[in-house]
């Protein structure tokens, strides 16, 4: 129904910033809730954050709050996510997805993309 793609992942060095995005097809992202999480080696997947149809509202994970930043462009069927100051733990291979809800529950979520990965050197 719709399908997700990731992409800005890269290898930073700590205190750097970095822009994901999750771009859409196949359905309009406006009809769907979006969230970011991650999951680093040996761990499980955690919610990041979300964001609401409308764009209205934005949650975030306590270990990201004031770092991060959700955003969501529906004319372009694309979700972002900006990260400032980066640290070690946030590396992760950080995933994007799609739900009619705004839920922060991975298993909430029906669509997801490929994941790319995001490395912080100390």
């Known amino acids: 129904q719709v399908q997700l793609v990731e992409s800005g992942g890269g290898l930073v060095q700590a205190g750097d910033s970095l822009r994901l995005s999750c771009a859409a097809s196949g359905r309009a992202l406006s009809t769907y809730a979006v969230g970011w999480f991650r999951q680093a080696p040996g761990k499980e997947r955690e919610f990041v954050a979300v964001?609401?149809?409308?764009?209205?509202?934005?949650l975030y994970a306590d270990s990201v709050k004031g770092r991060f930043t959700m955003s969501r462009d529906n004319a372009k069927n694309t979700a972002y996510l900006q990260m400032r100051s980066l640290k070690p733990e946030d590396t992760a291979v950080y995933y994007c997805a799609a739900g009619g809800g705004a839920w922060t529950l991975a298993s909430m979520y029906g669509y997801w993309g490929q994941g790319t990965q995001v490395t912080v050197s100390s």
């Open positions: 964001v609401t149809w409308s764009g209205d509202r934005t």
